[in-house]
């Protein structure tokens, strides 16, 4: 026989003892995931998994006229020029076939201005520098660049074999870009540089002859000389005053999700060496053009 009091006593242990045991592999707390969810989703690095401006689509911005070497036919879309090569290569790496590829215009200063962006990345040969970095983020280097100087054949500049020949030079340069920051802080010409808002003015202020030389990206020099300016000269290439090569990135909006998914990307594409076929073929004439010091 058991007394009511014997019974009581034995629910409390049972209810103490249920309180004390250890919560199963089966159960959950409400709102957790439980332990054998299913591991099937979408991988982050993957089409499905990214955060994308446009679900489905690779949204990539660039200026417009979109130059040679970098691009061809002012094609972006095309896949012909070293960065529209890079571009589709990186979209391939991610699952995205050509077509869904959007390109977008963004100016070239506009790119890395702080604040929300129209693209998930931008490519149009934005160097990676610290200020940049503070208000946008950067994938890894895709290019390392030499800024280069463009005079017309027979003026003094044209015979310069050495940085301190370019001193007393009026140089034409694009504002917000780093070939004008490597004419104040490597050359520093006696008088200020011409700055001019578009590349296009910087080569015609060539062609009109209102400025000696001008500095921009060691590629783009070679297409002045072959395609832009007759009777040009390719003086020279140059690196940074600190040194440290001068590097190429996508452009993200700051914070985004994206930049390691490309980062994997670009590590692929090195490893595989298809980063370096792509330079070999559309910037191959870009070596051996002499070094001013």
């Not at 993957?46 to 040679?68: M, Q």
């Not at 977008?104 to 970095?133: E, H, I, L």
């Not at 003094?156 to 940085?163: G, M, N, V």
């Not at 002859?209 to 072959?226: C, N, S, W």
Request: glycine share 8%; charged share 20%.
């Amino acid at each position: 026989m058991v007394r009511p009091s014997m019974l009581l006593a034995l629910g409390a242990l049972t209810v103490a003892v249920a309180a004390c045991a250890p919560v199963s592999d089966t159960t959950t707390q409400a709102g957790a995931s439980p332990a054998s969810a299913d591991p099937s989703g979408p991988a982050p690095c993957t089409k499905d998994g990214l955060t994308l401006k446009t679900a489905g689509k690779l949204t990539v911005g660039t200026d417009k006229p979109a130059y040679e070497p970098w691009f061809k036919d002012d094609d972006p879309a095309n896949g012909k020029g070293f960065e529209s090569a890079v571009v589709h290569a990186i979209a391939r790496e991610l699952g995205f076939q050509s077509g869904e590829i959007a390109w977008s215009t963004v100016k070239f200063d506009s790119a890395f201005a702080p604040g929300p962006k129209q693209f998930d990345f931008d490519v149009n040969q934005v160097s990676v520098t610290p200020d940049r970095a503070k208000v946008v983020d950067f994938s890894k280097g895709y290019y390392t660049v030499k800024q280069a100087v463009v005079a017309l054949n027979g003026s003094k500049i044209a015979s310069a074999t050495d940085l301190a020949g370019l001193k007393d030079a009026k140089i034409g340069v694009q504002v917000g870009t780093t070939s004008l920051q490597a004419v104040k802080d490597v050359i520093q010409p006696t008088a200020d540089p011409n700055v001019y808002n578009e590349q296009i003015d910087v080569v015609n202020a060539l062609k009109n002859k209102q400025v000696d030389a001008v500095v921009v990206d060691l590629p783009t020099a070679f297409y002045v000389t072959a395609a832009q300016v007759e009777n040009s000269k390719l003086v020279g290439q140059f690196g940074t005053a600190s040194g440290t090569p001068e590097v190429f990135g996508a452009v993200f909006e700051k914070g985004s999700p994206l930049v390691g998914c490309v980062n994997e990307a670009i590590d692929r594409l090195t490893s595989s060496g298809e980063l370096a076929k792509i330079e070999t073929e559309w910037l191959g004439s870009a070596a051996g053009a002499p070094e001013l010091k």
